[in-house]
RNA sequence: GCUAUUGUAGCUCAAUAGGUAGAGCAGCUGAUUCGUAAUCAGCAGGUAGUCGGUUCGAAUCCGAUCAAUAGCUCCA
């Protein structure tokens, strides 16, 4: 006898081993794609042959998607073998948006290839072959790819860490791909299959491998959810601050200035500006000392640092081959320079914590596929900031650098679009690091210890950390789901000891700080990118470049209007009037028009009345009032 | 850096098979004063990203290079 237990809680007993499905389908439960065993998913060709939990998983779980879109890459699998005669399998997983398959091809796959396959995908889940489950021997199933020359599978088989085990494979038609599942019972189930592009990708992530075509894809049970899906593709892709942020003339690039070198125009400017006081404020009110280091330094500082030696890539570097001059660097990290603040003169532990930011301009030499729009440049502005601080202080100035960070992502509304991520080092990987395995793991669980004091999600990911100490991440998507950091702040257990930085403690003894690197906002350019693609371009009434747009609709009205003008600006009110040249002209361009805060009318009307008509972008007309109503109206709407 | 794609006026896009560049919007000038993008008339804008090659002739074909886009790798 078997008892299992379902979500509702209630119990059902069986008398001998069953599967998942068959369970599913005495409850009468219809639609579910896998289960959820005891919290692991499951196949629902699972024999269930104990006591346990027991739910069913569906295609509105991302969980369940999953399933789906890894069945519809086994589909896709199919389809290539069946167009592509020499193409070799690699992997194919569902991922949050869909799923890919690697191939290795000998041609190049164009327009026309992919919508060949995508009819020939269609077609293997209109045939709706059904999908078996069966296990090989390890040696048979070696023997099984070696026939077929899947060099990639061999690889992936012989990294199976126990020879003995039975080795797991699905099969639909005459196509069977290695796989321990969970997958779907028939193609049929999987609806339909867009491919959504091609692209290179290296052979298990590493760039030194061969680079291999992926397929990108997705499935939906029906027409209708796909349509909508690739709709909302492209409103996120209106978004786009590459595109939004041009238009919309905050940035713009220049072919001959070169690569990740963005000109910011006046309106990019003005809110970078406000963003940077912003911060610069709010670090002072928290008590930071504010700094201004250079941009480049003599190799000697950087050999110091490390960055010499495990960031030179990373560095534009001057006078390399010239044996008469000193070899000099534009800064990719401000850390050293900021270190020689505390270095000035003898420390003891009545100075700590030091804190100290800058408002800094970075250079990193990027490769040359880096570069996107302003979220990824090569010379960009950090709200940079170090704190020494002695051990015992690490907790709570860690705790109030996240408390900082929180407070920016709560006032520019990105709170709820973060995820966290402390980044670890990678043991395998110890040269691309400075210190020794004992500092690393004890710093990392020491910041472990931080994060799980706060109410917060995060996730722990291996080879993320700077070269000298771990990292918490907040980490931010942009309109193609792309993921980058947004904010950091790292401790560092290394370079207090490589600059010699010491201070006195209580007991006279000499010691080392611990450091916390850390931005408050993270970079600005990157930050301007993400706020244009939150908003659609449609800054918060306080971060828009412009708040106010003067209409006039007559002529005469233009002197009344550049004193409307003048007595917002007094209020610190961002004001542009809507004509060049001393001319009327009520024509605007709807793309801008709706970015802006509030369009103030001025026409006979409210010239009678001695009044101005007010028109807010989303709320549409607003009463006409007086100019010191609408000055307490923008007020009181800056303030909360 | 790698795999692809793209590059024609400020923007969006044209031009049968290589035959010597055209339209809308924006801009400018003038008229119009018309209540929320697109009134009328006129003008001006391009050595086709750049350099080289093939050809009698190249925006179109080839090569190199620069830049942009997506992805990989890398990273704030």
Redesign the pocket.
């Known amino acids: 006898m078997l008892e299992i237990v379902f979500k509702d809680g209630s119990k059902k007993e069986f008398s001998e081993s069953i599967e998942v499905r068959e369970i599913f389908r005495k409850l009468g439960v219809k639609n579910a794609c896998a289960g959820k065993l005891d919290k692991k998913l499951v196949d629902l060709r699972t024999q269930v042959n104990f006591d346990c939990k027991l739910e069913p998983v569906y295609f509105d779980s991302l969980e369940g998607k999953k399933v789906y879109w890894h069945t519809a890459s086994h589909i896709l699998a199919q389809a290539v073998k069946n167009e592509f005669k020499y193409s070799k399998l690699a992997i194919g997983p569902a991922i949050d948006n869909g799923f890919y398959y690697d191939f290795d091809l000998k041609s190049?796959l164009?327009k026309e290839d992919l919508s060949k396959l995508e009819n020939e995908v269609n077609k293997i889940i209109k045939e709706n072959l059904k999908i078996e489950r069966f296990v090989m021997k390890y040696d048979e199933a070696v023997k099984f790819f070696e026939e077929k020359n899947e060099n990639y599978k061999l690889e992936i088989l012989s990294e199976n860490l126990n020879k003995e085990e039975h080795v797991s494979f699905y099969k639909q038609g005459e196509f069977a791909e290695l796989c321990s599942g969970p997958h779907l019972l028939s193609t049929g189930e999987v609806g339909c299959i867009k491919l959504l592009?091609?692209?290179?990708?290296?052979w298990r992530?590493?760039?030194k491998n061969k680079?291999l075509?992926?397929i990108y894809g997705i499935s939906f049970q029906n027409k209708k959810q796909l349509k909508e899906y690739l709709e909302n593709l492209e409103e996120a892709k209106k978004r786009?601050h590459?595109k939004l942020g041009r238009e919309l003339e905050f940035f713009t690039?220049v072919?001959?200035i070169?690569?990740?070198l963005p000109i910011l125009m006046p309106k990019g400017t003005k809110v970078m500006q406000i963003l940077q006081r912003f911060v610069e404020d709010e670090e002072e009110k928290r008590g930071y000392l504010l700094t201004k280091t250079p941009l480049l330094a003599k190799k000697d500082l950087y050999e110091i640092s490390g960055h010499w030696d495990h960031y030179r890539d990373g560095m534009f570097v001057i006078n390399s081959d010239d044996k008469n001059k000193d070899v000099l660097a534009l800064r990719p990290m401000t850390c050293p320079f900021q270190f020689q603040v505390y270095l000035n003169r003898s420390r003891s532990y009545r100075d700590l914590p030091m804190k100290l930011n800058e408002t800094s301009t970075l250079f990193?030499n990027?490769?040359?596929?880096?570069?996107?729009?302003l979220i990824?440049?090569?010379q960009?502005t950090l709200s940079e900031g170090h704190i020494a601080c002695t051990p015992e202080q690490l907790e709570k100035e860690f705790t109030d650098c996240l408390d900082l960070a929180n407070f920016m992502l709560e006032k520019l509304g990105l709170k709820d679009d973060v995820f966290y991520r402390l980044s670890k080092w990678d043991e395998n990987n110890k040269e691309k690091y400075i210190g020794d395995s004992e500092e690393w793991e004890n710093v990392q669980n020491k910041m472990r210890d931080i994060l799980d004091k706060f109410d917060l999600k995060y996730e722990e990911v291996d080879g993320e950390a700077?070269f000298y100490g771990p990292k918490l991440?907040i980490q931010i998507k942009n309109v193609?789901?792309?993921?980058?950091?947004?904010i950091?702040i790292q401790i560092d257990f290394q370079l207090a000891k490589r600059f010699d930085m010491q201070y006195v403690d209580i007991n006279n003894q000499r010691q080392y700080p611990y450091v916390i690197h850390r931005t408050s906002l993270?970079?600005y350019?990157?930050t301007l990118a993400l706020l244009i693609e939150k908003y659609a371009g449609a800054l918060p009434l306080w971060l828009s470049p412009e708040q106010v747009r003067i209409?006039i609709?007559?002529?005469s009205l233009y002197e009344k209007s550049k004193k409307l003008k003048l007595k917002l600006g007094e209020n610190k009110i961002r004001v542009f009037i809507d004509n060049?040249?001393e001319?009327?002209g009520?024509?605007?361009?709807?793309a801008q028009?709706d970015k802006i805060p509030y369009?103030l009318?001025l026409?006979?009307?409210?010239l009678e009345k001695n009044s101005i008509?007010v028109?807010h972008r989303e709320k549409g007309?607003l009463k006409s009032m007086k100019i010191e109503e609408f000055i307490n109206l923008i007020n009181k709407e800056l303030s909360c």
């Open positions: 190049n164009n592009n091609s692209t290179g990708a290296y992530g590493n760039s680079m075509k992926r786009d590459n690039t072919d001959y070169g690569q990740g990193r990027e490769a040359s596929g880096e570069m996107h729009g990824r440049v090569r960009f700077a991440d193609h789901g792309k993921e980058d950091t947004l950091t993270g970079c350019e990157r209409l609709l007559n002529e060049r040249n001319k009327i009520y024509k605007i361009r709807q028009l369009m009318i026409g006979e009307k409210e008509s028109r007309d």
